[in-house]
Every structure is written in C-alpha cells, then in structure tokens.
C-alpha cells in the first residue's frame, strides 16, 4: 500500500507540516516553513475523510499521531502480543484517540465492515513502526474475539525473547476478563463512558 504524504498546497513541502485532529471531524494541517509563506505560518483544514483518502488508505499524517501510543502498547522486554492486546492497550492508553479512529473508520465489534480503523489505521501505523525498525512482527493463531481471523499479527520489541508469545486469550485470563469483546469495549470504541 502506498502512503500519501500531506504536502503544504502552497509551497509542496513536507518537511514542515504536521497535523492535528479536531473534535468537529475535521484535521488542521500547518506548514510552519514561514520562509515559504511570507513570514507566515500557513494553515489549512481537510475533513477526515479528505485526510485519509479513498476507503481502506490512510495519509500517512493520520497514522503518524497513532505511532508513540502504539509504542507505549508494548513493554521493551515483552514476548510477541498478539494484535488485539495491542489494540486493548491502544484503547486504555488513548481512549480518545482510539475511539476518534473508529469513529472515523469503524471497528468490526461494532459493525462487520471490510475496511476498518483495526486494518486501515491501527495496523497501518504497526506496520510503519516495523519498516522503520522500532518493531518486529510474527504470524500467529487468532485467539477469543479475534478468532474470525484464523492468523493474526503478534508484535513485539526488537529483541524479544525468542519467539515466545501472549495470546490474547491468555493476556485476558491474566486480567480476570472474558476473550470476547465485552459492553465495556464496545463503549470504548463509541467513546463513551462504560
């Protein structure tokens, strides 16, 4: 899958824009390269799906605000976890983030959908994470709400030890929670309160 970059439309850079998210929908992108503009930063706002591009693709600039959360999600000396800790992770790390994605992509716990904020963000921004070496990923067994998957992603710290692995499964029996998703994980992902 190719990437898009968010390129100032006034001077094709960049080098110097970064983005943030608005709570109407919309994203702010700023080129901050005021020699380009006049001695002006330059300020521009696309809604959500502009920023994203075409169902199932994701800017790279919509994936870049999910990078640091994500590798909070995964402890230096963890084995593999399988993707859907990750995401659980995601959920109590950044509640507001997490649920923004689905709110703009969907989430299959809510509506079964092919394109979703799990395949076209949250994975996405894993795989960015992979190619820019912070990460190192292994195909494994799909395990409780995953299941419908059959083989899913388990990431992990370079270095992890051996191939060892946490299924989702066995990460849920560890905190005394049910495998499927629950109440609670579908208010999460509406961003409500459980």
């Known amino acids: 899958m190719i990437m898009a970059i968010q390129t100032c439309p006034r001077c094709f850079s960049a080098d110097d824009v970064s983005m943030q998210r608005l709570p109407d929908g919309l994203v702010r992108y700023t080129c901050a390269d005021a020699r380009q503009h006049d001695g002006h930063v330059y ?41 859907g800790i990750v995401e659980y992770r995601l959920s109590k790390v950044r509640p507001d983030l997490y649920a923004a994605h689905i709110r703009e992509q969907g989430h299959v716990m809510l509506e079964p959908s092919s394109v979703t904020a799990t395949n076209s963000r949250f994975s996405l ?6 190619s820019e ?32 692995s946490l299924t989702w499964e066995d990460f849920c029996l560890s905190e005394g929670r049910e495998p499927m998703w629950t109440a609670a994980d579908r208010a999460t992902a509406r961003g409500e309160a459980a």
């Open 133 to 164: 070496g912070q990460l190192v990923s292994i195909t494994g067994p799909a395990t409780g709400a995953w299941s419908y998957n059959g083989q899913v992603s388990y990431w992990a710290r370079p270095g992890a030890p051996g191939r060892k």
């Open 43 to 83: 300020v521009w706002e696309l809604s959500a799906r502009q920023a994203t591009g075409t169902a199932g693709t994701a800017a790279e600039g919509v994936t870049d605000e999910l990078l640091d959360p994500l590798m909070r999600c995964i402890g230096a000396h963890e084995p593999f976890l399988e993707y």
């Open 125 to 130: 921004a894993l795989v960015r994470l992979r």
